[in-house]
């Protein structure tokens, strides 16, 4: 999978990024993404990730991750034909961006380290980029078990 990873904060260590980009690596291959997927993952603080909230979301506040799925359903959407595979275009899945300073209290709040909780929350918004959520019990029973079950294979555990 191509991920394109920005620091806006450029807080965080190559090894930081690098660990993001193999649990995304390993998340893809878990459920059986294409390789030449591509997706986008941008790290920045809260006044970004509030400004993003509050222009997309409709919420005025800082907050840990967003995701934007490039392939979400809609009523507008018009299927691409190809004439044959030659032309296709890579997918691409869409953007997560995430809060550093969110990561540090949280990883403080839940009592674990910075590294698992930048693990969860890309984690996180991957599985948004892929039609998962949380908004029913149902749902969010089958994500956050989704989810678990991703970390713990990775072994990226609390």
């Known amino acids: 999978?191509?991920?394109?990873?920005?620091?806006?904060?450029?807080?965080?260590?190559t090894e930081q990024m690098a660990n993001v980009e193999k649990l995304l690596d390993f998340a893809a291959d878990f459920l059986k993404i294409a390789p030449d997927t591509e997706m986008s993952v941008t790290f920045m603080d809260n006044a970004a990730i509030r400004e993003i909230n509050r222009d997309y979301r409709g919420k005025?506040?800082?907050?840990?991750v967003i995701s934007f799925a490039?392939?979400?359903?809609?009523e507008d959407e018009i299927p691409i034909i190809f004439e044959d595979?030659?032309?296709?275009?890579?997918?691409n899945l869409g953007d997560i961006?995430?809060?550093?300073?969110?990561?540090?209290?949280?990883?403080?709040?839940?009592?674990?380290?910075f590294e698992r909780e930048l693990g969860f929350l890309a984690l996180h918004?991957?599985?948004?980029?892929?039609?998962y959520d949380h908004m029913e019990p149902?749902?969010?029973?089958?994500?956050?078990?989704?989810?678990?079950?991703i970390l713990d294979a990775y072994g990226l555990k609390r």
Not at 1 to 13: A, N, P
Not at 60 to 64: E, G, H, K, L, N
Not at 85 to 91: G, K, V
């Open 60 to 64: 005025d506040a800082p907050t840990d």
């Open 1 to 13: 999978m191509d991920i394109t990873m920005v620091d806006e904060t450029q807080e965080l260590t």
């Open 85 to 91: 595979e030659a032309d296709m275009l890579p997918r």
């Open 70 to 74: 490039i392939e979400e359903e809609g």
């Open 97 to 113: 961006m995430i809060s550093v300073e969110r990561t540090h209290e949280q990883a403080e709040e839940y009592g674990h380290s």
């Open 125 to 131: 918004g991957f599985l948004h980029l892929n039609g």
């Open 138 to 149: 149902e749902d969010e029973k089958v994500m956050f078990g989704l989810q678990k079950e």
